[in-house]
């Protein structure tokens, strides 16, 4: 009894404390609270599944470092850059599947959404198949363009081959995941990914330190629990109960008796999916040059620059939940013809998670140095890797308002002009900056300047782009009545 009335105390007190925060966040106009339940519901699983799916690649780097060195970190390093570009692919496609989800099924047209995900999976299975074919037999040649020492090459060839499979597994994982967000259900993938993650950085532990296999361990780690997301994921998305797991079937499912092809919904998807697939490749594309021009300052710079990527994403995490929030709510009121509630979502969405940005990015300067550490441990390593750290903490920043800013644009079906956006921050401002270092003597100070121009700049454009509010008439043209 007693036992029972403290926990009722507790709840009452963790409530209070709740709408607290909830009243001071609408106080200070950062978001109102009417909107606060719907954003926190939606994005804090999505911010959970980010942080556990991130971690469990820094886990990986982390592993492969204790194991086999700064060559062995150096060559995952090249390889994660390419598998990066298709998990960018994926989720630029998938951008277009939760925007045509979000609007239809906030239209009440679920038998629409669910059409747009089958031809979505059938988009991705064909985008899948000839990047397959692609790193299965250019693994190398891939690896050493970015140039490579000799063990690097080897081990990040090793890599490349044994995640090759895991390629068709995370697409089709992600439109799961982005069709999930777009019906408002973020607890199902959350469950599912996390699980995934978990399950990864077991399975690589095992792999590395219990068989001896390096890098390789981390490859086969990651390719199984992918797998292992996809077949979960995958009953849901067919309609299949979970029991009482506490998942839910997906409420638009992929059924047998729609078309496998439906040329006027691809042709839609394509047209909202381009330019997102676009952005994402722009942001992906540019870690090459990069790559490139660390490798130029050896393996320790190489090193340090993908811990900084590693931590970088981890805060970056926080949009995993804070974009996609602002993608379904903004596209769902859309479709159900609230343009000035869409506005206001979006508008607090993006002042809500230049809060938390701030607050994480100051926590991780401040503690830079011990994060340093579990990645390297030579006194000139744990200095480079330090900085890079802190450099990287900074440009998260720009990443939180280039996210939630290009979430809402994406959650209108607005793609085109946040691609154009990513292009400028990356190819005009930071690769130039890079270059800058290797011919002036700017040296690696030209990394970090590149490191923060390629988030701040698309982060800028994007926040104006939304405050003009052109993005609610792009969005008439994708709404349900629009097809009708």
Same mark, same amino acid.
């Given at each position: 009894m007693e036992v029972a009335a403290q926990d009722r105390k507790d709840m009452s007190s963790a409530r209070r404390m709740a709408d607290a925060?909830? %009243? /001071?966040?609408? #106080? !200070?106009?950062?978001?109102?609270?009417? #909107?606060?339940?719907?954003?926190?519901?939606?994005?804090?699983? %999505?911010?959970?599944?980010? +942080?556990?799916?991130?971690?469990?690649?820094t886990a990986d780097l982390a592993m492969v470092g204790i194991a086999v060195g700064t060559a062995g970190t150096a060559g995952l390093a090249f390889a994660l850059g390419y598998w990066s570009i298709v998990v960018l692919l994926g989720l630029g496609l998938a951008g277009g599947t939760v925007s045509l989800v979000?609007?239809?099924?906030?239209?009440? #047209? *679920?038998? %629409?959404? &669910?059409?747009v995900v089958k031809q979505s999976v059938v988009v991705a299975v064909a985008l899948s198949l000839p990047i397959m074919v692609g790193f299965a037999v250019f693994a190398e040649e891939l690896i050493a363009i970015l140039g490579a020492d000799p063990e690097p090459l080897r081990h990040g060839t090793v890599y490349l081959l044994l995640i090759t499979p895991a390629i068709l597994f995370e697409l089709l994982n992600l439109i799961a995941s982005r069709t999930y967000t777009g019906v408002g259900d973020t607890f199902t993938e959350m469950v599912a990914r996390s699980g995934g993650a978990v399950l990864n950085v077991v399975l690589s532990a095992l792999f590395i330190f219990g068989f001896g296999m390096g890098v390789a361990g981390a490859a086969l780690g990651t390719t199984l629990s992918t797998a292992a997301v996809m077949v979960?994921?995958?009953?849901?998305?067919?309609?299949?109960?979970?029991? #009482? !797991?506490?998942?839910?079937?997906?409420?638009?499912?992929i059924s047998r008796s729609t078309p496998l092809v439906e040329p006027a919904i691809i042709r839609q998807l394509l047209e909202v999916s381009a330019p997102e697939i676009g952005r994402r490749l722009a942001q992906g594309l540019v870690v090459f040059p990069l790559l490139w021009i660390a490798a130029s300052f050896g393996p320790v710079v190489v090193t340090a620059f993908e811990v900084a990527r590693r931590v970088r994403a981890m805060i970056n995490s926080i949009n995993w939940g804070m974009s996609l929030a602002s993608s379904s709510l903004v596209g769902q009121h859309l479709g159900a013809g609230k343009e000035t509630e869409a506005g206001g979502y979006g508008s607090d969405i993006i002042s809500l998670s230049m809060i938390i940005y701030l607050f994480a990015s100051a926590v991780v300067v401040v503690f830079a140095a011990? =994060? /340093?550490?579990?990645?390297?441990?030579?006194?000139?390593?744990?200095?480079?890797?330090?900085?890079?750290?802190?450099?990287?903490?900074?440009? /998260?920043?720009?990443?939180? !308002?280039?996210?939630?800013?290009?979430?809402?644009?994406?959650? *209108?079906?607005?793609? %085109? !002009?946040? +691609?154009? *956006? &990513?292009?400028?921050?990356?190819?005009?401002?930071? =690769?130039?900056?890079?270059?800058a270092g290797l011919v002036t003597p700017l040296g690696i100070l030209g990394i970090y300047f590149a490191l923060v121009l390629e988030s701040f700049i698309p982060g800028v454009i994007n926040y104006g782009l939304f405050k003009t509010g052109r993005w609610k008439i792009v969005s008439r043209r994708y709404r349900p009545s629009a097809s009708e």
């Amino acid at each position: 009894m007693e036992v029972a009335a403290q926990d009722r105390k507790d709840m009452s007190s963790a409530r209070r404390m709740a709408d607290a925060l909830t %009243r /001071a966040l609408d #106080r !200070l106009g950062i978001i109102q609270a009417d #909107r606060l339940g719907p954003t926190v519901d939606l994005a804090w699983p %999505r911010v959970v599944t980010g +942080f556990a799916i991130m971690s469990k690649q820094t886990a990986d780097l982390a592993m492969v470092g204790i194991a086999v060195g700064t060559a062995g970190t150096a060559g995952l390093a090249f390889a994660l850059g390419y598998w990066s570009i298709v998990v960018l692919l994926g989720l630029g496609l998938a951008g277009g599947t939760v925007s045509l989800v979000s609007q239809n099924y906030g239209g009440d #047209r *679920a038998d %629409r959404a &669910s059409l747009v995900v089958k031809q979505s999976v059938v988009v991705a299975v064909a985008l899948s198949l000839p990047i397959m074919v692609g790193f299965a037999v250019f693994a190398e040649e891939l690896i050493a363009i970015l140039g490579a020492d000799p063990e690097p090459l080897r081990h990040g060839t090793v890599y490349l081959l044994l995640i090759t499979p895991a390629i068709l597994f995370e697409l089709l994982n992600l439109i799961a995941s982005r069709t999930y967000t777009g019906v408002g259900d973020t607890f199902t993938e959350m469950v599912a990914r996390s699980g995934g993650a978990v399950l990864n950085v077991v399975l690589s532990a095992l792999f590395i330190f219990g068989f001896g296999m390096g890098v390789a361990g981390a490859a086969l780690g990651t390719t199984l629990s992918t797998a292992a997301v996809m077949v979960i994921l995958g009953w849901g998305m067919i309609g299949r109960s979970y029991g #009482r !797991l506490g998942m839910e079937p997906s409420p638009v499912p992929i059924s047998r008796s729609t078309p496998l092809v439906e040329p006027a919904i691809i042709r839609q998807l394509l047209e909202v999916s381009a330019p997102e697939i676009g952005r994402r490749l722009a942001q992906g594309l540019v870690v090459f040059p990069l790559l490139w021009i660390a490798a130029s300052f050896g393996p320790v710079v190489v090193t340090a620059f993908e811990v900084a990527r590693r931590v970088r994403a981890m805060i970056n995490s926080i949009n995993w939940g804070m974009s996609l929030a602002s993608s379904s709510l903004v596209g769902q009121h859309l479709g159900a013809g609230k343009e000035t509630e869409a506005g206001g979502y979006g508008s607090d969405i993006i002042s809500l998670s230049m809060i938390i940005y701030l607050f994480a990015s100051a926590v991780v300067v401040v503690f830079a140095a011990p =994060i /340093a550490q579990v990645f390297v441990s030579g006194a000139d390593e744990l200095a480079v890797t330090t900085t890079f750290v802190v450099v990287s903490a900074i440009s /998260a920043v720009g990443l939180g !308002l280039d996210g939630t800013a290009s979430g809402a644009l994406v959650g *209108a079906g607005d793609t %085109r !002009l946040p +691609f154009l *956006a &990513s292009l400028v921050g990356r190819y005009v401002f930071a =690769i130039p900056a890079a270059i800058a270092g290797l011919v002036t003597p700017l040296g690696i100070l030209g990394i970090y300047f590149a490191l923060v121009l390629e988030s701040f700049i698309p982060g800028v454009i994007n926040y104006g782009l939304f405050k003009t509010g052109r993005w609610k008439i792009v969005s008439r043209r994708y709404r349900p009545s629009a097809s009708e």
